[in-house]
């Protein structure tokens, strides 16, 4: 069963910075298209950040561009979203996301996504 779980999320002061992972298991996805969504209540889930498959290109949301970085370690079979200088707009359940077939772009659209996260709290208080 595949399985992807986010963890790092918490409260932090604006400004602060947090680091979360997704970690993978009953596939690995070393080939496959990653990324990160976020969603708030009562709000449509909001592309954050994408990794093609081989890592080697990235995209990021206008509004958290120069802020967050996303990576992965093939090895741990585990994907990040560093984000740093964290606002109180960032503020949303954080979801990780992967496409089922290898060698696949990466997309904004959460329905190009096949498998994902349980999601995890990021609070940015003012």
């Known amino acids: 069963q595949v399985q992807l779980v986010e963890s790092g999320g918490g409260l932090v002061q604006a400004g602060g910075s947090l680091r979360l992972s997704c970690a993978a298991s009953g596939r690995t996805f070393s080939r496959n298209a990653m990324g990160w969504f976020r969603q708030t209540p009562g709000k449509e889930r909001e592309f954050v950040a994408s990794?093609?498959?081989?890592?080697?290109?990235?995209d990021y949301a206008d509004s958290v561009k120069g802020r967050f970085t996303i990576s992965r370690d093939n090895a741990e079979n585990t994907m990040y979203l560093q984000m740093n200088s964290l606002k109180p707009e960032d503020t949303a359940v954080y979801y990780c996301?992967?496409?089922?077939?290898?060698?696949?772009?990466?997309?904004?659209?959460?329905?190009?996504?096949?498998?994902w996260g349980q999601g995890t709290q990021v609070t940015v208080s003012s």
């Open positions: 996301a992967a496409v089922r077939s290898k060698y696949s772009s990466a997309s904004y659209s959460p329905d190009e996504y096949d498998y």
């Open positions: 990794l093609a498959w081989n890592g080697g290109s990235t």
